[in-house]
């Protein structure tokens, strides 16, 4: 019997709109998560990091969850172990630390990511995970090496979405602007998926804790290790990477860092003004990787093949 096809998770935000069909609620040890798919074969599963974990229990719909508040384990266990999705795709609003070089209105593929306060984000406690390894039939261990290059599930995951989307560029190209190191052919990574070896050439999500936006004086520190700023998605990095599976981050350029923004506003204002402008892309961004997704290949095996061959 064909084992069947694989399924991949992908997580948005509040600056993508997508339509799927009826979300349906996952319970996981962690709490509940509200997930949904996006084509017919419920191949691509989505979750609205913002929109899924805070679920009111008389009406069963979500509530808007701040990044301090979104319940990150019940959403990476519900779309990994019990949605079994292999791999994930993540969409993030980000303010860029280096506007001179990458612009307002880019779009990124991080290849790292810095935690502003490292708390130790983890499943540890459940049985079916591990130390060094995974228990027999289990699903995770604690001790990993993030963002790690030679791990070639993430690098091949990291290179297959980039030629998933190299596509959608000039459908957007009046929409949004190259980074410095990025081409058209390249997009949206910067010369190449692999990931960098310093940070001239690698691109370093800087995770916040949020919900405030960051002091300028904070910026001025961030910008020494890091590209762009979040709040949400190295606590869903590191989440997958505990449970083995890849996780691929692409970052939407919406404003520049406090201190750092030549809007009259300010940042703030700049990436209200901002979100809006960006939800074509992420639209395009959205459909083009479900149409990626969801095509079939038969089996897990074949999939697998298809990955370290592209």
């Not at 506007?99 to 307002?104: E, G, H, K, L």
């Not at 990124?108 to 039939?137: C, L």
């Not at 604690?142 to 459908?171: C, G, K, M």
Request: with cysteine.
């Amino acid at each position: 019997m064909a084992a069947p096809a694989p399924r991949y998770g992908l997580i948005g935000g509040s600056g993508v709109q997508v339509e799927g069909k009826a979300p349906w609620k996952v319970s996981t040890p962690f709490g509940e998560c509200l997930l949904t798919t996006l084509d017919d074969d419920q191949l691509v599963v989505f979750a609205n990091r913002h929109l899924c974990t805070c679920i009111d229990a008389s009406t069963g719909k979500a509530s808007y969850a701040p990044p301090h508040e979104v319940n990150y384990r019940a959403l990476i266990w519900a779309l990994v172990v019990e949605a079994k999705c292999c791999a994930v795709v993540a969409l993030g609003s980000s303010g860029t630390l280096h506007p001179n070089t990458i612009p307002v209105g880019s779009v990124v593929m991080a290849d790292d990511y810095y935690m502003v306060r490292p708390e130790p984000i983890t499943f540890w406690g459940h049985s079916k995970i591990g130390s060094f390894e995974a228990p027999e039939g289990g699903a995770g261990r604690i001790h990993y090496t993030p963002a790690n290059p030679v791990e070639t599930s993430w690098t091949d995951w990291l290179r297959r979405i980039q030629e998933a989307l190299r596509p959608v560029f000039p459908t957007v190209s009046d929409k949004v602007k190259l980074a410095q190191g990025q081409s058209p052919e390249s997009w949206p990574c910067l010369g190449s998926p692999n990931p960098g070896q310093e940070l001239e050439d690698s691109m370093v999500y800087v995770n916040t804790v949020g919900p405030r936006f960051e002091t300028r004086a904070e910026i001025r520190a961030y910008r020494g290790v890091g590209h762009v700023v979040g709040m949400t998605c190295g606590r869903e990095w590191a989440l997958c990477e505990e449970l083995s599976v890849p996780y691929c981050l692409i970052c939407f350029c919406d404003n520049a860092c406090n201190g750092l923004s030549t809007h009259p506003a300010g940042a703030l204002q700049e990436y209200l003004d901002h979100k809006n402008a960006i939800t074509d892309v992420t639209g395009a961004v959205v459909r083009q990787l479900v149409a990626e997704l969801s095509k079939p290949t038969g089996t897990v095996e074949q999939d697998a093949k298809r990955l370290k061959t592209s």
